[in-house]
């Protein structure tokens, strides 16, 4: 099975970085609702910038389509506590007793230690738990085990998550070492392929499991003969007690039940109002899932939801990406509500008219090329919801659904959030990073006038045709490539981008304005991909999360296997790093070289090459360099990370029945996160 992993953020720090305005390719409805004034950053703390998006356009929906997406984003926030406790087994607990502090301490919030906590708490609200969001190590607070004490002791009127029989000194008792300690629970998800990946990892998808005993289980139960598999695994926790293994199934009844519960009553509300019949079938679909678990039912949903490319408003909503499973089988719960921009779709409406001039003119071997190019979908999406794991931090381009066989047999749908990127880009207007990180004025100019324009259509590339690419051999699956299929495939996508974005038809094809727009692109992703995301590590850590290896394993490859011919230079000047491309077109080939050895891999399951490759090009920090881009960074006093408030949807009624729906920009982060504590806690 073939799973095909949300972008998260593939070049977060971009817009920041480039330091980009709009390009060539205008955003009409974004552009003319920009609200004067409006505040796009909000808070700022630790490594991590708060973001609020507008919805451009929605102002314009019918009251239907209103009324619509006002159910699908409550069916998306009824999915906050699932990933909360997928994350880690602890973390409710600990986000309510967060929540209870902030609510009702009554001491001084003056002091040093409770900007401290507050600073520990806003981090565990951003990433939906108490390991980072990104690198999924344990972050510490910086205040005392007393001090927490005290926080809990004077806070008074708010209820505490005690269990039957349990005191507030048990509860202490039981928090403290989960929060203070650093070696319990130390990682969320382990890449260590010389460790057990299950015992190691935090992550709450087994319990008592050894990654053995998770691999004989599903092995009994794959039939690699079966040509439309379910995606075994994706909706259950793996759990051995007394000896006997089975899975606990995320259902209404089961796993998950209450929420789920809540989840299905929304989408009910929801499919009164669809658009279309194909629609109203997509929902009850899902809902049919929900209640039963059934994975075949959510691959006749994710049938139903490919082939629904006429409705303007559109979602996602269930258990989908296996970013945080060390095995890459199941899925964490995410959400996002959307609809269709019409003007800016015309790019991707192109690209997706021409996929299978691109299949044909890939360099990867004709072996593993696809015969058809079948209903590759396309369009650029404004947000209106972000949930689960799509909050805070977002995506800016999904392709979906993954199973390889419903992409080959129905296509796929490929969506770039462009308001989510308008956002950034307002948000980072001004930045010293471009100047800091960026060799010399003609290629910070060539950034600023190109960089978002290229970086979108590299997202539309990527998503939209890149992870469709390719086929797998007969036999293949993806978790062939187990722990490193993730780097694997977002660097096989991210190359199919790069190889294409600086080919001559997307000039002609009108995608591009001319050849300049591509070199920024590269210029971006070479600079990020060999020094500036070092500023996400911390200093004698490796690179772990699975984008990263990605950008990591391409731009050292090419970098490495180009010094013959100094294709790309490392210079210094006046004590700073800098690299800079000398020969484009080479770097094309380069790209299209590694891309043809990545098809490879993925084609054929060889989990050897794919380990020498990402261990050997994608892991490693230059301990130097890595030290002189925290100091360079450090004096910029910036966060390298951001994620999003959400608008808040209100319905009017007339007689009972909703006649429109009103949208407001919340601005207090704080506020937010302890509203949907109350509101939207039911496990």
């Given at each position: ?156 009127g708010v209820k505490f998550p005690l269990e039957p029989g349990q005191s507030l000194d048990d ?13 319990v629970d130390a990682k969320k998800v382990s890449q260590d392929p010389s460790r057990d990946l ?486």
């Amino acid at each position: 099975m073939k799973k095909i992993l949300i972008l998260l953020l593939l070049m977060l720090v971009t817009p920041w970085i480039t330091n980009c305005k709009k390009g060539e390719v205008k955003v009409k409805d974004t552009k003319a609702e920009a609200k004067q004034g409006f505040k796009w950053q909000v808070d700022q703390f630790a490594d991590i910038r708060i973001l609020r998006y507008q919805v451009p356009g929605f102002e314009e929906l019918t009251p239907r389509q209103k009324e619509l997406i006002y159910y699908l984003s409550e069916a998306a926030l009824w999915g906050r506590d699932i990933i909360f406790d997928q994350n880690y087994r602890h973390n409710l607990k600990i986000r309510k007793t967060l929540d209870a502090i902030v609510e009702g301490y009554q001491g001084d919030r003056t002091t040093p230690d409770w900007e401290k906590f507050m600073v520990y708490a806003k981090r565990v609200w951003f990433s939906n738990g108490i390991h980072h969001h990104y690198s999924t190590d344990k972050f510490m607070p910086e205040f005392s085990p007393e001090y927490f004490e005290s926080l809990v002791r004077g806070s008074q009127g708010v209820k505490f998550p005690l269990e039957p029989g349990q005191s507030l000194d048990d509860l202490i008792a039981f928090l403290k070492p989960i929060i203070i300690d650093p070696t319990v629970d130390a990682k969320k998800v382990s890449q260590d392929p010389s460790r057990d990946l299950v015992t190691n990892s935090a992550v709450n998808f087994y319990e008592g499991v050894t990654q053995k005993e998770a691999e004989e289980f599903y092995a009994r139960l794959i039939n690699k003969n079966d040509p439309t598999p379910i995606s075994y695994g994706l909706n259950s926790r793996l759990v051995k007690r007394d000896g006997k293994i089975f899975e606990e199934v995320y259902r209404v009844g089961g796993k998950y039940g209450p929420a789920i519960e809540k989840i299905v009553y929304w989408l009910e509300k929801a499919a009164t109002v669809a658009e279309n019949d194909l629609q109203r079938q997509v929902i009850e679909k899902l809902i049919d899932y929900y209640r039963t678990g059934d994975l075949k039912k959510w691959d006749e949903y994710s049938i139903l939801w490919v082939k629904d490319t006429e409705s303007a408003v559109d979602f996602i909503n269930g258990f989908i990406e296996v970013y945080n499973d060390p095995l890459g089988m199941k899925a964490t719960w995410e959400a996002l509500v959307n609809f269709k921009n019409p003007e800016a779709t015309k790019r991707v409406d192109v690209i997706s008219a021409n996929a299978q001039w691109f299949e044909d003119n890939s360099p990867i071997d004709p072996r593993f090329k696809r015969e058809k190019a079948t209903g590759v979908s396309a369009k650029v999406i404004t947000a209106a919801i972000l949930g689960g794991d799509c909050y805070p931090s977002t995506p800016i381009g999904i392709n979906l659904p993954n199973p390889n066989w419903i992409r080959r047999m129905y296509g796929s749908k490929s969506v770039t959030l462009e308001n989510i990127t308008y956002a950034y880009d307002q948000s980072s207007l001004d930045s010293p990073f471009g100047p800091e990180f960026t060799y010399n004025e003609e290629i910070l100019e060539r950034i600023k006038k190109y960089g978002s324009l290229a970086g979108n259509v590299h997202t539309d590339l990527h998503e939209c045709l890149g992870h469709g690419s390719g086929k797998l051999l007969p036999g293949v699956k993806s978790e062939d490539l187990k722990n490193y299929h993730s780097p694997i495939e977002e660097a096989r996508a991210d190359l199919f981008a790069l190889y294409f974005i600086m080919d001559p038809k997307l000039v002609e094809l009108g995608v591009l304005p001319n050849e300049e727009a591509a070199k920024a692109e590269y210029d971006v992703q070479i600079r990020n991909g060999l020094m500036t995301q070092l500023v996400r590590i911390e200093p004698g850590k490796t690179i772990e999360q699975a984008h990263m290896r990605a950008r990591a394993l391409v731009s050292h490859w090419v970098y490495e296997k180009g010094k013959p011919e100094n294709v790309i230079s490392r210079v210094t000047r006046d004590g700073k790093t800098y690299f800079v491309i000398n020969d484009y077109k080479k770097l094309r080939r380069l790209y299209g070289e590694l891309l043809k050895e990545i098809q490879r891999i993925t084609s054929e399951g060889d989990y050897r090459a794919a380990r020498d490759l990402v261990e050997t090009y994608g892991v490693k920090v230059d301990p130097e360099l890595h030290k002189e881009v925290l100091e360079r960074y450090r004096k910029l006093n910036l966060a390298p990370y951001a994620g999003f408030m959400n608008p808040v949807y209100e319905p009017v009624e007339e007689n009972g029945k909703i006649v429109d729906v009103k949208i407001s920009y919340p601005e207090d982060y704080v506020q937010q996160m302890l509203y949907y504590g109350k509101k939207y806690s039911i496990l």
